[in-house]
């Protein structure tokens, strides 16, 4: 046996409890001071927050205040023989009543000069919120787990039911992660897997480079990218959309699949397709579809109205402008104006059918698409009666102008009153130019038959600005 702990151990029991118990305190969180049969006949260090109510417990036993599962590991230190030559430690939970449940870790010191047992406990109240944090924070864990499990199996089966082909490939090697059973037959030879292989693998090399440009621009894009490629297997022509997917650290692409023939026959099976071009063809507003260049590639009836041509058929392949009221003039504004944006609203202009001297007036809708299938410009033209009175109108006003003007002969020298008309008329046109081409003031100089830098001196001479501040469109 040690002999210093023998010599503490006979120093402590040539003391009574109450001395005992007032140096113990200085150290502990709380000490009870109990007879040989663990009956609580005092305690000390209720100061400490939270122990106030411990007072409760005098005159109880301390086994039966503490916690059934707790109660054999008092009984054990309550033992002269359990603690003898050690002091032993044990967490239990006392009951106070109206009170919640304390945890303390606690020891016991037998006293023999006046036969008490002194009860040292230690809280436990951080320790245990922590535990219980800790244990709410593993269900919470365990829980969303479960959750990832169950949506993973869900999505999965998603995926896998689809009817149409899934390729997810991974953005830095374009190898693929996962291909569903469609994509697995349309892309691939039987009996090859796709998984752990390149994309490249699987689309014609002419067209895998296309096909990297449009992943690589798709980064960090919540739209959707489209391109067309032919398959290796069986050549078969597909349309792809690429979605761009964030996973942790990995960045991947979700990639549709579908053959162009599918594509074709749902749009001709679909009966609003059927419906929504039965309107278009009878629609009082002519429609037309040119290519990025402006030749005709299909119109409706109203259209051939207006030009006065007997049969589509007669329009395919020709230039638009041939019906345009500024010819060649128009089309260069409105390409110029679908370069920089994909549409155009309400150009003015008119439709002359071949061998009229004089057309309709009209408004000009027009709208870019281009895609990697099929690039094209869709034409609404709407005729309006009402330009007519508003050109009335406006020559009734020149009219009253010119009046005014006569009125300043006599008062006002000729050479003046002409450089004023002068001024006004330039203005005018320049203001209508601006307005018929949207701003444009490259369209709005060719149609003035200025140059560009003629346009900038004139505008600034007239005090007219461009709505967008931009000094060259």
Not at 280 to 307: H, P
Not at 389 to 405: C, E, G, V, Y
Request: glycine share 4%; proline share 3%.
């Amino acid at each position: 046996m040690n002999p210093q702990s023998n010599n503490t151990s006979i120093s402590i029991d040539s003391i009574d409890s109450a001395m005992a118990a007032d140096l113990v305190s200085h150290v502990a969180d709380t000490v009870f001071v109990m007879d040989q049969n663990g009956l609580i006949e005092n305690v000390l260090n209720t100061q400490t927050p939270g122990f106030s109510h411990l007072k409760q417990l005098i005159g109880k036993s301390w086994i039966e205040s503490s916690t059934p599962e707790s109660r054999k590991k008092i009984e054990a230190l309550l033992l002269p023989a359990q603690s003898e030559n050690t002091q032993k430690w044990r967490q239990i939970n006392l009951s106070v009543p109206n009170n919640p449940d304390l945890p303390l870790m606690v020891s016991v010191l037998h006293l023999t000069k006046d036969k008490k047992i002194l009860g040292i406990g230690r809280d436990l109240r951080n320790l245990a919120n922590l535990q219980q944090r800790l244990v709410e924070a593993q269900q919470a864990i365990e829980t969303d787990y479960l959750r990832l499990r169950f949506a993973e199996a869900r999505y999965r089966q998603l995926f896998d039911l689809s009817i149409n082909a899934h390729v997810i490939i991974d953005g830095s090697t374009f190898k693929i992660i996962e291909a569903n059973s469609i994509a697995q037959t349309l892309m691939a030879e039987k009996g090859r897997r796709m998984i752990g292989r390149s994309m490249a693998e699987f689309v014609d090399m002419n067209d895998f480079t296309q096909l990297q440009e449009l992943l690589n621009a798709s980064r960090n894009i919540n739209t959707p990218k489209r391109a067309g490629v032919k398959l290796v297997k069986n050549g078969t022509l597909a349309e792809i959309t690429v979605n761009f997917l964030r996973e942790e650290n990995q960045t991947v692409f979700l990639i549709n699949v579908m053959p162009l023939s599918q594509i074709r026959e749902d749009f001709q099976l679909d009966p609003n397709s059927k419906r929504l071009l039965n309107a278009i063809q009878f629609s009082t507003d002519a429609f037309v579809i040119t290519d990025l260049d402006g030749k005709i590639m299909t119109s409706n009836q109203t259209f051939l109205e207006m030009t006065q041509v007997e049969k589509a058929a007669d329009l395919l392949d020709e230039p638009i402008d041939n019906w345009l009221g500024r010819s060649s003039i128009d089309l260069r504004v409105i390409l110029n104006n679908l370069k920089d944006k994909n549409s155009i609203k309400h150009y003015i202009t008119s439709i002359v059918p071949h061998g009229n001297s004089s057309g309709m007036e009209v408004e000009v809708s027009a709208v870019k698409v281009v895609n990697d299938l099929e690039s094209y410009i869709g034409f609404s033209i709407r005729h309006i009666g009402q330009r007519l009175s508003q050109r009335s109108q406006a020559t009734s006003d020149l009219k009253q102008t010119a009046t005014k003007l006569t009125e300043l002969v006599g008062r006002v020298p000729l050479k003046d009153i002409v450089s004023e008309t002068t001024d006004m008329i330039e203005k005018m046109c320049i203001m209508s130019a601006l307005e018929l081409t949207m701003n444009n003031r490259v369209s709005a100089s060719e149609m003035l038959g200025l140059s560009r830098q003629s346009l900038y001196i004139k505008m600034r001479r007239f005090g007219i600005t461009d709505p967008n501040g931009s000094e060259d469109i």
